[in-house]
């Protein structure tokens, strides 16, 4: 059975940083495209990052781009968000997802294998 065991979020202030990291167990990790996601209240899920099978090509949408960075560590099964220059519409339950399709993939794959991990940035 596939598990994702996410961690890092937190409270911090708008301009601060905060890294995430996402355990995989229960699936071959080289086999998958990793990412994440995150969801607003009120709002759609957002596909916020994803990584390929190797590590070789990331992805991140605009609305991250310069501030967010993506890595995996296959010896560990966890990919790692890192996350710099927090703005409050950065708040959200980010999910790690998995597709081992790809990373366009990523944003329709399902958040059920995780519990998520809170990210809070106040102004």
């Known amino acids: 059975q596939v598990q994702l065991v996410e961690s890092g979020g937190g409270l911090v202030q708008a301009g601060g940083s905060l890294r995430l990291s996402c355990t995989a167990s229960?699936?071959?990790?080289?086999?998958?495209?990793m990412g994440w996601c995150r969801q607003a209240p009120g709002k759609e899920r957002e596909f916020v990052a994803g990584?390929?099978?190797?590590?070789?090509?990331?992805s991140y949408a605009d609305s991250v781009k310069g501030r967010f960075t993506i890595s995996r560590d296959g010896a560990k099964n966890t990919v790692y968000l890192q996350l710099d220059s927090l703005k409050p519409e950065d708040t959200g339950v980010y999910y790690c997802?998995?597709?081992?399709?790809?990373?366009?993939?990523?944003?329709?794959?399902?958040?059920?294998w995780g519990q998520g991990t809170q990210v809070t940035v106040s102004s």
């Open positions: 997802v998995v597709d081992t399709r790809g990373i366009v993939y990523l944003n329709s794959a399902r958040t059920d």
């Open positions: 229960g699936l071959t990790f080289s086999n998958y495209a």
């Open positions: 990584i390929t099978r190797r590590g070789g090509t990331t």
